[in-house]
C-alpha cells in the first residue's frame, strides 16, 4: 500500500508544477482576480460589513425574508466566495444574488445555484462546496423542509462546516399553504442538534446582525429562521450597543427598577412582547407593573455567555415568560425555574 501511494506521489508530481506554473502566469496575468481568489480563500470580511449589511436593510416594516434579501445583495458586493441558491423556492425565500449569473453545466461563473426540489441533495452540495474551502455557501427551502436535509446538517455541524441555511416561513402564519406547511417543531429540533447556532431574528438590524454572525462564524453552521409575514421596525435607544445583539439574548425595553416580570420572545413574537408590555404595565397590577422584554434571537449564542451576563439579562429571582410561536420544549431552560 506505501508502494502504491508513494507511486501515486510520483505520477502527480509533474501535473503539480505545471499546474504551479500555469497559477503563476495567470497570477501575473489578472491581479485583480488573484485579490478575489485570495480574498475567498481566507474568507476575509470587510471589518464594517455589520454596518454596509444595517444599511441595506433599511428602516421598512418587512418580512424578515424580504430583510434578508436585501441583505444578500449587499453581502455579493463584499464576499468574492458568497454562493448558494434555494431548492427551487427562491421567489419565496428571496436569495437569489441579482449581481451574478446562474451556474450552468457549461458555465462555472455564477453565484447562484438551482437545485431543484431536493433539500437533502443540497444540503450535501452545501458541504461539499464548504470542504472545498473557497466559498461560503449557503441554501435556502421552507423551514417545514428542513426535515428533508438533517443528515447533511448533521453532518456539517460534526464536520464544523460553514454552511449556511435560510429557513423560511417560519410559522404558523405561512399564508395560504396550510397546515402541511406550518412548522411547529422543526425550529426546536434544529437547535437538539450539538454545534448548529440557529438564530430567529426580530426585525432589519437583528437580521443583518444573523448575517454578520453566520459570515464570520467559521466553526460550523448556521441556521438562519425568518418570516414570511412583515414584523415591525422595533425602535431601540440612540446609545444602544449592536453587540449585545451578539451575545445571543439582550435586555431590549427594560422596567423602571427592578423587574417584577422578564418575557423573552423571538422572531415575529418580539414586537408582540413589546406591545403586551404596554398592557401589563397600564393595567397596574403590582406583579406586571414592571415588566422587562429580552430579545433571544439565538438560544446557543445566549448559553455561550457568561454566567455573570445571563444572569443580568435573565435575574434568577425573577419570573420568566416565553413567547415564541412553536414547540415549547426548548424554554424550560429559562421558564418555571422558581
Known amino acids: 500500500m506505501r508502494q502504491l501511494f508513494a507511486e501515486r506521489v510520483t505520477e502527480l508530481q509533474q501535473p503539480y508544477i505545471e499546474w504551479q506554473e500555469m497559477f503563476r502566469a495567470w497570477s501575473a496575468a489578472h491581479p485583480e482576480r488573484l485579490e478575489q481568489w485570495q480574498a475567498a480563500t481566507s474568507k476575509s470580511l470587510p471589518e464594517d460589513l455589520e454596518q454596509h449589511l444595517i444599511e441595506a436593510v433599511g428602516e421598512e416594516e ?3 425574508r424580504a430583510l434578508s434579501g436585501k441583505v444578500i445583495q449587499e453581502i455579493a458586493k463584499w464576499v468574492p466566495g458568497f454562493i448558494g441558491g434555494s431548492a427551487d423556492l427562491e421567489p419565496s425565500t428571496k436569495t437569489y444574488i441579482q449581481s451574478s449569473t446562474s451556474v450552468a453545466r457549461d458555465d462555472f461563473r455564477g ?3 438551482h437545485f431543484g426540489i431536493r433539500e437533502h441533495a443540497m444540503g450535501s452540495i452545501l458541504n461539499g462546496l464548504a470542504l472545498y474551502g473557497k466559498a461560503i455557501p449557503y441554501g435556502a427551502t ?6 428533508y436535509m438533517r443528515p447533511p446538517i448533521r453532518l456539517a455541524a460534526l464536520m464544523g462546516l460553514q454552511v449556511i441555511y435560510v429557513f423560511t416561513h417560519d410559522s404558523i402564519f405561512v399564508g395560504e399553504d396550510g397546515p402541511t406547511h406550518q412548522p411547529v417543531e422543526q425550529v426546536a429540533a434544529l437547535r437538539t442538534i450539538p454545534n448548529l447556532t440557529v438564530i430567529r431574528p426580530a426585525d ?3 437580521t443583518a446582525m444573523a448575517w454578520a454572525y453566520a459570515l464570520r462564524h467559521q466553526e460550523g453552521p448556521t441556521a438562519l429562521i425568518l418570516t414570511r409575514q ?3 421596525v422595533i425602535e431601540r ?3 444602544f450597543s449592536l453587540s449585545l445583539i451578539n451575545r445571543g439574548g439582550y435586555v431590549l425595553s427594560d ?3 427592578s423587574p417584577r416580570l422578564v418575557m423573552v420572545a423571538t422572531g415575529s413574537e418580539v414586537g408582540v412582547a413589546l406591545d403586551a408590555k404596554v398592557i401589563l404595565e397600564q393595567s ?3 406583579i406586571v407593573s414592571s415588566v422587562r422584554v429580552v430579545s433571544m434571537p439565538s438560544i446557543e449564542i445566549f448559553k455561550t455567555q457568561p454566567e455573570a451576563y445571563q444572569e443580568s439579562v435573565l435575574p434568577a429571582d425573577c419570573p420568566v415568560v416565553a413567547i415564541e410561536v412553536g414547540s415549547s420544549m426548548p424554554w424550560y431552560q429559562f421558564t418555571g425555574r422558581d
Open 230 to 232: 412583515s414584523v415591525p
Open 204 to 206: 432589519g438590524i437583528e
Open 62 to 64: 418587512a418580512a424578515t
Open 284 to 286: 397596574g397590577h403590582v
Open 255 to 257: 422596567s423602571n427598577g
Open 111 to 113: 453565484s447562484n445555484f
Open 142 to 147: 421552507f423551514l417545514v423542509f428542513s426535515d
Open 237 to 239: 435607544d440612540e446609545d
